[in-house]
């Protein structure tokens, strides 16, 4: 049965958006939940580790690729899709491979 490898690709901070619209000090840096480069291998949840929100968000997408979907054209490789949290002022991209073990 295949895993679904989960990797941190990006974490970034609009900082016009936070200048904006949050209030001062909340918000100064990108998420501190996850690290650039961190790697989690998934059968069926992330664990305790990854974030409720951010799995919440990219979960249909995992969903897909678990069911043997494929996100081409838009995809090189039809095992891999990029997806992000929903989180509008500092959002995390993850790369998410249907991998077979």
Known sequence: MPKCKITVL????HQDLVEEYME???ITRPCSHFTD???FIVDDHPGE??????WNDIYK???????GGS????MKDENTYI???S?????VFFKLERIEE
């Not at 580790?49 to 951010?54: H, I, L, N, Q, R």
């Not at 997408?61 to 069911?67: C, G, I, P, T, V």
């Not at 996100?71 to 838009?74: A, I, K, R």
């Open 10 to 13: 990006k974490r970034l901070v």
């Open 24 to 26: 001062p000090g909340v």
């Open 37 to 39: 480069g961190q790697e």
């Open 49 to 54: 580790d990854f974030c409720d929100a951010a």
């Open 61 to 67: 997408a995992y969903l897909a690729l678990m069911s």
């Open 71 to 74: 996100f081409s054209p838009w």
């Open 83 to 85: 997806a992000c949290c």
């Open 87 to 91: 989180d509008g002022v500092r959002p």
